[in-house]
Each structure stands twice: as structure tokens, then as C-alpha cells.
């Protein structure tokens, strides 16, 4: 084989899956990505057979594949070709053969089915919260005008009639606009002008840990701590950050108020090759937040986090709005999962690892 394995490098930089393999089927060299999913490079197994790598079942289709592929000199592709591992463990591809007389090597090119769905559903998405969140702006700009000219004429009528009866509640109506107004004002301004460094996350989520610890005086809430320590520094404004985890923890404190043995676990992982708002990112910074409260009414789960929604009947219904602009602000996306005993809020923020270095082995 002729190519220089050093040509290949800026492969490493897509997020599909790239094999090389000689003719007689033995993996020479892989990308970033396919490390990531699971394939092995072996450099002192000198048979090194892509064959190693899978069941029975998937060795069959896939050899007379890649033979075909070789002896008809050109390029094939298969949807929905299903892979299983020698452990049992199953996913499904679309996969591209390529041969190159060129350099004598066969080119696999994967994309994972589940990716591409992933891909699809993060973009419905953020285009549905993005229109949500417009037009609760739209309408929360429209509510603000009226609201002052009741607020002014109420307090013209409490002018004019002093008995008590009137000055009781027009004092409700003065009131009741004023606590309206704050919550308009609120829809309408955007997260305050980050402050963009580099930080590192888990400093971020130990400041909302001791904040939550202090909140929470009486329902005595186990709050356990599960970092991976390997997460490199972000770049955002770890203020905002903190107030975004923060309004999402308070959520779960008050969800799990009635619960025996209340619990929430922080979370942090590396993940790989995992899209976010319609665009698959190499390297990804998963935080969790979990509790083990009632869970969220599934008629609700569509509307989270849009404004003024909200489980408790006192709750304002912004925090999760306003935990969503700071996230989105940092490229990244929030969603959830809510089941009873079993509510997790996922963060995903995209890391750029800059000189990333090659896996050759």
C-alpha cells in the first residue's frame, strides 16, 4: 500500500466513520470517529481482519460486499445495513465501499442511522423552540402596553374614590399589573451580554452544588456529584452558566418536595459524534441533572420550556426559558426526558480540542 498514512489526518476531522483496508481485508488505519464508535486498531495483530470485529451474521453480507466492491473496481452503497458486533451489540448504517487502484486499499465510509434521525429530530427541535420563544416575545410586547394604560387608570379611579372598598381593590389591580409587568419584562429582556473565557465546567457546577446545598434547608435533598474529570475547559460565561444549571436544579428540588428519599445526581460526560441544533459535533460536553420526582405531565411536554409554563401553581415559568437562551447563547442545546421516579435534564455544549492528535496505532 503506497498512501501515507499521514495524508489521511484531516479525516479525523468528519464526523462519519472512515476505514482503510488493504485487499485482503485488514484494517490499516481508522478515523477519529470510528475509534469513537468502537472500532479496533490492533498494530501487533498482524492478521488485523475486519471479520474480528463482528458476528457471523454481519460477516456474510458485509465481505461479499466489499469483494464485489474490489472485483467490479468502483464504489457501492448500502442504507440500512444492519452491523452486530462479536459482543451481540447491533446498529444500523448506510454504508459506502470505495476501491482505489491508486493507493490498493478499500475506502468505508459509515454514517449511523441513528445519527442521522438524531440530526433530524435536534433540528425540528430548535426550530420549534426558536419560533416558540419569538412568539412569546411577539405576544409578551403586545401585553406590555395595555398593562400600563390599566395600571394608569386604576390609579386615576384610586385617586377620585377614597372608600375603602375601592382603594381594597383597585390596590389588588395596581398590584396584580405591576407583578405582570415584571413578568413581561422578563420575557422580553434577553440573558445579560455574556462574558466570553474559557472554564472550566466543573467549577461552574460546584458553585450551583453549594448554592443548592444552602437553598435547601428542610427537605434535606441527597445531591450527588458524578464529574468526569477528563472534560477539558469551555468557552462561555461561566455566570450565566451557573444561572442556567441553577434554575434547572431548583426545578428539581421542588419536584422532589413530596418524595421519600429525595435525590438529584449532576452528571458530567465526554460524548462523541453527537448533533446539536441540526449539526453533528466531534467532541461534546454532556451535563445530567436528574431527580427522582413525580416527573413532568406528558401534556406539558411539548410546552416546557416555553414561557409561563409551569407544574407549580406559583411558578413563574421562566426559569427553563431563560436556562434555554443561556444555553443556546453558548451553541449548545437542553432537553429532557420525564418519566415518574425519573426526570433528566441533558445540556449539551459543542468542545473544540484544538491540535487534536491522531489515534494511529
Not at 466513520?17 to 477519529?32: A, H, T, V, Y
Not at 463482528?54 to 452491523?83: C, H, Q, V, W
Not at 405582570?180 to 462574558?195: A, R
Not at 443548592?212 to 477539558?232: G, M, Q
Request: charged share 25%; with cysteine.
Amino acid at each position: 500500500m503506497n498512501i501515507d498514512i499521514n495524508q489521511l489526518l484531516f479525516l479525523n476531522n468528519l464526523a462519519s466513520e472512515i476505514i482503510i483496508l488493504d485487499k485482503d481485508l485488514k484494517i490499516i488505519w481508522l478515523n477519529d470517529s470510528a475509534l469513537n464508535k468502537g472500532w479496533v486498531l490492533n498494530a501487533n495483530n498482524k492478521n488485523n481482519l475486519i471479520t474480528q470485529q463482528f458476528s457471523e451474521k454481519t460477516n456474510g453480507p458485509l465481505i461479499s460486499l466489499l469483494k464485489k466492491t474490489i472485483d467490479k473496481d468502483g464504489a457501492k452503497t448500502k442504507r440500512d445495513f444492519e452491523l452486530t458486533t462479536a459482543a451481540n451489540t447491533k446498529r444500523v448504517i448506510d454504508i459506502t465501499v470505495s476501491w482505489s487502484c491508486e493507493f490498493d486499499c478499500l475506502i468505508l465510509e459509515i454514517l449511523c442511522v441513528d445519527n442521522l434521525n438524531k440530526i433530524i429530530d435536534s433540528t425540528k427541535t430548535f426550530s420549534t423552540q426558536k419560533i416558540a420563544a419569538n412568539l412569546a416575545r411577539t405576544l409578551a410586547h403586545e401585553v406590555k402596553n395595555p398593562l400600563s394604560g390599566i395600571r394608569g387608570s386604576a390609579q386615576i379611579l384610586d385617586k377620585k374614590l377614597k372608600d375603602d372598598f375601592s382603594s381594597k381593590f383597585l390596590g389588588i389591580i395596581i398590584n396584580e399589573t405591576d407583578r405582570l409587568n415584571s413578568i413581561v419584562t422578563k420575557i422580553l429582556t434577553p440573558p445579560s451580554k455574556p462574558n466570553f473565557g474559557a472554564f472550566n465546567i466543573h467549577s461552574a457546577l460546584e458553585k450551583v452544588y453549594g448554592l443548592a446545598e444552602a437553598d435547601d434547608k428542610e427537605t434535606k435533598v441527597n445531591i450527588i456529584r458524578d464529574y468526569d474529570p477528563s472534560i477539558p475547559e469551555i468557552n462561555g460565561d461561566e455566570n450565566l452558566f451557573v444561572q442556567a444549571l441553577l434554575n434547572i436544579v431548583k426545578n428539581a428540588q421542588q419536584a422532589i418536595e413530596n418524595v421519600e428519599n429525595p435525590s438529584i445526581i449532576i452528571r458530567s460526560r465526554i460524548e462523541y459524534g453527537k448533533p446539536i441544533n441540526g449539526v453533528i459535533h466531534q467532541t461534546v460536553c454532556c451535563i445530567e441533572i436528574k431527580d427522582n420526582g413525580a416527573g413532568i405531565p406528558k401534556e406539558l411536554h411539548d410546552q416546557v420550556f416555553f414561557p409561563m409554563v409551569s407544574v407549580k401553581e406559583d411558578g413563574s415559568g421562566l426559569g427553563l426559558t431563560i436556562a434555554q437562551d443561556i444555553i443556546r447563547i453558548h451553541g449548545g442545546s437542553i432537553g429532557f426526558n420525564s418519566s415518574e421516579g425519573n426526570t433528566v435534564f441533558a445540556i449539551h455544549i459543542p468542545i473544540k480540542v484544538a491540535n487534536q492528535e491522531s489515534k494511529i496505532a
